[in-house]
């Protein structure tokens, strides 16, 4: 169903219309999120890229990816993200989600911290 304009005489109703597009654009690019998924070593993770910071997101051992996807998916549309997921093979993308990964196992191994509990 198309919506009826009002035209007015200094904004004419193809205008708005555009002016309405760009909007819903403008919207569209401020909520959707590219997240680039991979499997390192054995497990899942995500990276969602910003400008000046990278969100990395980890599945705990044994999770397969429909679940990964789907959980990831539903968090981030809390939040009122749409996300965007591409498989891909990124050596740069690998190597910031295992650092992560050996951040994890440290911190199970010695605790939040960082020492021997």
Avoid at 34 to 53: L, Q, S
Avoid at 69 to 77: A, C, I
Avoid at 83 to 105: L, T
Wanted: include cysteine.
């Amino acid at each position: 169903m198309k919506e009826e304009r009002i035209p007015f005489p200094d904004y004419p109703a193809k205008e708005q219309e555009q002016d309405e597009r760009k909007h819903a654009a403008a919207v569209d690019k401020a909520v959707s999120r590219e997240i680039y998924i991979m499997r390192v070593n054995g497990d899942w993770g995500a990276i969602m890229p910003k400008r000046r910071h990278n969100y990395i997101i980890t599945a705990d051992k044994g999770v397969d990816l429909t679940e990964f996807v789907n959980e990831v998916r539903k968090d981030l549309e809390k939040l009122g993200l749409k996300p965007r997921f591409h498989c891909v093979r990124n050596f740069g993308i690998e190597n910031e989600i295992a650092k992560i990964q050996d951040k994890k196992i440290i911190d199970i191994i010695f605790g939040q911290s960082g020492k021997e509990r």
